[in-house]
């Protein structure tokens, strides 16, 4: 009878990417977190709505016959981004009681007669200023046309912004919102990676495994599984936040702004591949969770460092702690998408991140498999890097 034949090394990566992915589906922590980051992410957007729905509308009162001012005083309040609803009046008693009442924020009695007022019970400058605009127009319209001008001459201005400001504003505020899930998912996974090298030390379950495979397996497959739940959890969401935010109208999604989430999405893989690999390495150094804070936290506070830049980068995307910090590796996950959602990242800028991002990882999985090597069958205590190098080169 024939022994079988070893595994090869791309199916004890996949053995190990695929428990990776079962032990935290089946973590209640895991599948918490994911809950909250979506409740989180809806409350956002629902948020944006109950702030954006309250001071910007009026309702205003015309006694008479509306047809004619009630259009002008919505076209003047939308010109000052102020939605009106005119309510048609019968006469100033019923005015003054719908203001009273406060049913409207203000009534207009006379038109545009000769001494036309506005019945208001608390003094509103921009409600003012809408009313006063449309009378004026109305009424220099009708003395226009009494004179025998012909309005509809009178040429359209065409308008063509230099600037792309709302768009772009849009996809800034949805690249920022990515940018804080992203870095919530890295602090998480790269926990969960750091976590899972000193469990499987701790309880000696690793020397069972080195007994099949070899370290740089172990680790490709703990990275990969954990990396493939991280993306698909990251999808998901970014699929939720889109959905939500056509559902509560929050923004409106053309195709750049679905392009600023996937730009997220794919700085994420780039991100979750630096860092992953750093804190398992970092975490292969000790031997209990008590001791998992102290060799994470210079890597932890680089993703702080990156999460503040990329704020600041939204306010000043040209600047030139954004620009230098965008092509940093570590750092440019985090304010590179930032940068390419407010449009002040040439193609090729993002190019060059890409590569340096690429090129740091290549590197990190080089110094970082040797380490992670030779610190992992260590069980006592802290081991420090050159020890860790030494024992591999053993």
């Known amino acids: 009878m024939s022994e079988p034949r070893p595994l090869g090394s791309s199916a004890l990566v996949r053995l190990v990417a695929g428990r990776e992915i079962a032990t935290r589906l089946r973590d209640k922590n895991f599948i918490i977190s994911s809950i909250v980051i979506i409740v989180v992410l809806i409350g ?34 939308e010109a000052v981004g102020v939605d009106v609803t005119i309510v048609p009046l019968e006469d100033e008693a019923a005015a003054r009681q719908a203001v009273d009442d406060e049913d409207v924020d203000g009534a207009l009695v006379g ?25 004026a127009g109305v009424a220099v319209a009708q003395q226009l046309a009494d004179a025998g001008v012909d309005l509809t001459a009178v040429p359209e201005v065409a308008v063509s912004s230099l600037e792309s400001g709302d768009d772009d504003g849009e996809r800034v505020v949805v690249a920022l919102i990515g940018v804080g899930v992203l870095y919530g998912l890295l602090i998480l996974f790269g926990q969960f990676v750091a976590q899972g090298v000193v469990e499987e030390k701790s309880s000696r379950v690793v020397e069972l495994l080195l007994a099949t495979m ?53 700085w994420f893989v780039l991100g979750y591949a630096f860092y992953a690999s750093v804190f398992a390495v970092a975490a292969s ?21 990156g999460f503040f830049v990329g704020l600041q980068a939204a306010g000043d995307p040209d600047s030139t702690l954004a620009s230098v ?28 991140a890409v590569v340096l991002m690429l090129v740091a990882i290549a590197l990190v999985v080089r110094l970082g498999g040797r380490v992670y090597a030779g610190a992992l069958l260590r069980t006592s205590g802290k081991t420090k890097l050159r020890e860790a190098l030494r024992a591999e080169r053993a």
Request: aromatic residues 4%.
């Open 214 to 266: 070899r370290p740089w397996q172990l680790l490709a497959g703990k990275i990969l599984g954990l990396g493939v739940l991280g993306l698909a959890q990251i999808v998901v969401i970014g699929v939720i936040g889109v959905v939500g935010a056509l559902a509560f109208d929050v923004v409106d999604v053309p195709g750049d702004l679905i392009s600023t989430v996937v730009s997220v999405v794919l």
């Open 44 to 77: 956002v957007m629902a948020f944006q709505v109950v702030v954006g729905s309250g001071s910007d509308e009026s309702r205003v009162g015309v006694v008479g016959d509306a047809s004619e001012l009630g259009p002008a005083i919505q076209a003047q309040g």
């Open 325 to 352: 910090t965008s092509y940093v590796p570590g750092l440019s996950p985090l304010v590179m998408p930032v940068r390419q959602a407010a449009g002040e990242a040439a193609a090729w800028e993002v190019a060059l």
């Open 285 to 305: 150094l000790v031997s209990r969770q008590e001791d998992l804070g102290t060799v994470l936290t210079p890597t932890t506070l680089v993703l702080v460092a």
């Open 111 to 135: 038109g545009t007669g000769a001494a036309p007022e506005l019945l208001v019970k608390d003094r509103d400058s921009t409600m003012e200023a809408v009313v006063n605009g449309a009378v």
